[in-house]
């Protein structure tokens, strides 16, 4: 089985930055690929960003792309998302995932394990 635990989220101000963290326990980190998702009130669940296995291949929604970045770290068995200049629709509560097909997917039901989410709110 897999854990995963999301730190790092919080209230910032409008053009601030926050960086999450995903710790992954359990299992072999190397072979899953790794999603970042939010959920706002009365929104789908979305998927942010995502990172393969190796690292070398990154996805991006349309709305993050420049200001947010995904990476991941063998070592430490954990996945960040670098989240600058945000913005008030930023706020949601941001989900870690982990998927052992290989590729980035963009479908939430494609995922085997979820962490337990972290709130981020972005307000003046």
């Known amino acids: 089985q897999v854990q995963l635990v999301e730190s790092g989220g919080g209230l910032v101000q409008p053009g601030g930055s926050l960086r999450l963290s995903c710790a992954f326990s359990?299992?072999?980190?190397?072979?899953?690929?790794m999603g970042w998702f939010r959920q706002a009130p009365g929104k789908e669940r979305e998927l942010v960003s995502g990172?393969?296995?190796?690292?070398?291949?990154?996805y991006y929604a349309d709305s993050v792309k420049g200001r947010f970045t995904i990476s991941r770290d063998h070592a430490k068995r954990t996945v960040y998302l670098q989240m600058n200049s945000l913005k008030p629709e930023d706020t949601a509560v941001y989900y870690c995932?982990?998927?052992?097909?290989?590729?980035?997917?963009?479908?939430?039901?494609?995922?085997?394990?979820w962490g337990q989410g972290t709130q981020v709110t972005v307000s003046s």
């Open positions: 995932a982990a998927e052992k097909s290989g590729p980035i997917v963009v479908d939430a039901r494609e995922y085997d394990f």
């Open positions: 359990g299992r072999t980190f190397s072979i899953y690929t």
């Open positions: 990172i393969n296995w190796s690292g070398d291949s990154t």
